[in-house]
């Protein structure tokens, strides 16, 4: 069964102080890794799209990698303003639907 | 670019009554949209996808007789929840995508709050 699992649940960071979150997925024929931001009470904002193995992606302080497993979205020296949740989500092969994560909720504290 | 939107942004209604809602593609054509709902501080759930000029095809235990999705045009589809329960109090968020593109665009959600 296609899965995906994203870690930290809940991030608490100080502002400047990097950190990476994880989505791992399980599935079979994966056609696109999406990283999406959503601010609450408000729609998922697109941040990337990740195709293949070693492929990477950046945007100022996001930076989106891809492994075979996993991919990591890296938040190089956060503000107050990255707080948000983030979202991973899959399309697999035969579909344009998206498996989601369950989400990272970061809160950067000034 | 790519911009998507939602109409209403909320509404409360009586129990029994039906809303509807739209999802509306500003600058391109959607090929295909998709109706979620999301329930606080939890991830979001597909509930139907619809390609416009087709039935929509509904994720398995959504009642396609209470909610109801039309997409006639290929920058508008709507969502109707009907005899509305306060079982039904949601955020719903609609997405888009165009032909020949992988990402999904996303609405700004529509709170339902049925009493």
């Known amino acids: 069964e296609d899965q995906v699992t994203q870690s930290p649940e809940a991030l608490r960071l100080q502002e400047g102080e990097s950190s990476s979150l994880n989505c791992s997925y399980t599935?079979?024929?994966?056609?696109?890794l999406f990283w999406y931001r959503q601010d609450p009470g408000k729609g998922p904002e697109f941040l990337f799209t990740?195709?293949?193995a070693g492929e990477e992606k950046e945007k100022e302080r996001l930076k989106a990698t891809l492994t075979k497993k996993e991919s990591f979205l890296h938040i190089t020296a956060p503000k107050p303003e990255d707080s948000a949740t983030y979202l991973c989500?899959?399309?697999?092969?035969?579909?344009?639907?998206?498996?989601f994560g369950t989400g990272t909720r970061l809160k950067v504290l000034a | 670019g790519a911009v998507v939107s939602q109409h209403p942004s909320w509404v409360i209604c009586k129990s029994g009554t039906s809303v509807k809602i739209e999802c509306r593609s500003l600058?391109?054509?959607?090929?295909?949209m998709f109706w979620y709902r999301q329930f606080p501080k939890q991830s979001l759930m597909l509930m139907a996808t619809?390609?416009?000029?087709?039935?929509?095809?509904?994720e398995q235990g959504v009642e396609k007789d209470k909610f109801l999705i039309n997409h006639a045009s290929l920058t508008l589809s709507t969502l109707t929840v009907t005899s509305a329960h306060p079982e039904d109090s949601s955020f719903y968020i609609c997405?888009?995508?165009?032909?020949?593109?992988?990402?999904?665009?996303f609405g700004p959600g529509t709170r339902l709050t049925v009493l």
């Open positions: 997405s888009a995508r165009t032909s020949g593109n992988n990402e999904q665009f």
């Open positions: 599935v079979s024929g994966l056609r696109g």
């Open positions: 990740l195709y293949s």
């Open positions: 989500a899959v399309r697999t092969s035969g579909t344009y639907k998206y498996i």
């Open positions: 600058d391109f054509q959607a090929t295909t």
């Open positions: 619809s390609n416009e000029g087709s039935k929509a095809t509904y």
